[in-house]
C-alpha cells in the first residue's frame, strides 16, 4: 500500500511569488492534515481535513495560506504571496479513524519550502 | 493548553550502549494519545508508537521500549543496544481526544548521534 506522497520534494521560490504544494494521502483516508516545520522550531499544526471539509484551520498563519481538497481525495496547499518566513518543512500527514476513535497519522517526506 | 518538553535537544552515544529519550506533556484532557515518530535523515516522519491514556502497559517492540507514567506525565523511550541506523531526530506528539480536535501537538524533538 502506497504511503502518503507529497510532490515537489524542494521548492525554491522569490519573495512575493505563488506556491503550491501537494498531497496524496493514503488511499481510504478520509483525514487530511497540513504540518510545517520552520527552521529551528516544533512541528506545528496547520489543519484538518475531514474528506473534502475543513474541520479545523485553527492553526492557519494568515490568510495567505489556502488549502483545498476538492473531492476528498488530494489536497492542495497554495502560499500565496510567499514571504521569507514561511520557508521550511511542509508536512502532510492522513489517519482514518476506527468508529470515530482517533486514529494514528502517517506523514509523507514533506516538502522544503525556501523563499529567497 | 497542551504542551509537549523534550529536553534533551542532542545525544550522543557509542553503538550498543542504551539510551533514553525523554518527553513530558501537560493537558487538561483525561482522554489523550501520545506518539513517538523517528525522522531519520532522508526528512520523513515515521511512526514508531501510539500510546492511549488509559493504558499504562509498557510497551517492548524488539530494541525499543516506551515507559508511560501518568503521575509524572512522562512517556519516555529507550533504545538498547543502540545501532548506527538509529541515528535520526526523534519526536514525541500529544493529541487531545476530548476536544475533538486531531491536531498533534509535538516536541522540539531531540536529535541521536549513535557513533560506531
Known amino acids: 500500500e502506497a504511503g502518503v506522497t507529497q510532490f515537489p520534494s524542494h521548492s525554491v521560490i522569490e519573495k512575493g511569488q505563488t506556491v503550491t504544494l501537494r498531497c496524496d494521502p493514503i488511499?481510504?483516508?478520509?483525514?487530511l492534515y497540513w504540518y510545517r516545520r520552520v527552521m529551528g522550531k516544533e512541528i506545528k499544526f496547520l489543519l484538518h481535513f475531514v474528506k473534502e471539509s475543513k474541520q479545523d484551520e485553527s492553526g492557519m498563519p494568515n490568510n495567505r495560506f489556502l488549502a483545498e481538497r476538492t473531492g476528498g481525495t488530494y489536497s492542495t496547499l497554495k502560499v500565496q504571496p510567499a514571504e521569507l518566513e514561511d520557508s521550511g518543512v511542509y508536512f502532510c500527514?492522513?489517519?482514518?479513524?476506527?468508529?470515530?476513535?482517533?486514529?494514528?497519522?502517517?506523514f509523507g517526506p514533506g516538502t522544503r519550502l525556501t523563499v529567497l | 493548553a497542551q504542551k509537549v518538553t523534550q529536553a534533551q535537544t542532542e545525544i550522543s552515544v557509542v553503538e550498543k550502549e542504551d539510551v533514553t529519550l525523554d518527553c513530558v506533556y501537560e493537558?487538561?484532557?483525561?482522554?489523550?494519545?501520545l506518539f513517538w515518530y523517528k525522522q531519520p535523515p532522508s526528512g520523513e516522519l515515521v511512526f514508531l508508537i501510539r500510546?492511549?491514556?488509559?493504558?499504562?502497559q509498557n510497551e517492548i517492540s524488539g530494541r525499543y521500549s516506551w515507559n508511560f507514567q501518568k503521575s509524572t506525565s512522562s512517556f519516555n523511550f529507550t533504545i538498547t543496544a543502540s545501532q548506527v541506523v538509529d541515528s535520526a531526530v526523534y519526536f514525541c506528539?500529544?493529541?487531545?481526544?476530548?476536544?475533538?480536535?486531531?491536531?498533534?501537538?509535538f516536541g522540539s524533538g531531540t536529535r541521536l548521534q549513535v557513533q560506531p
Open positions: 488511499s481510504g483516508h478520509d483525514n
Open positions: 500527514a492522513s489517519s482514518q479513524d476506527i468508529a470515530g476513535i482517533p486514529n494514528t497519522q502517517y
Open positions: 493537558t487538561r484532557d483525561t482522554t489523550y494519545y
Open positions: 506528539a500529544l493529541s487531545e481526544a476530548g476536544t475533538g480536535r486531531r491536531a498533534l501537538t
Open positions: 500510546r492511549n491514556s488509559f493504558d499504562e
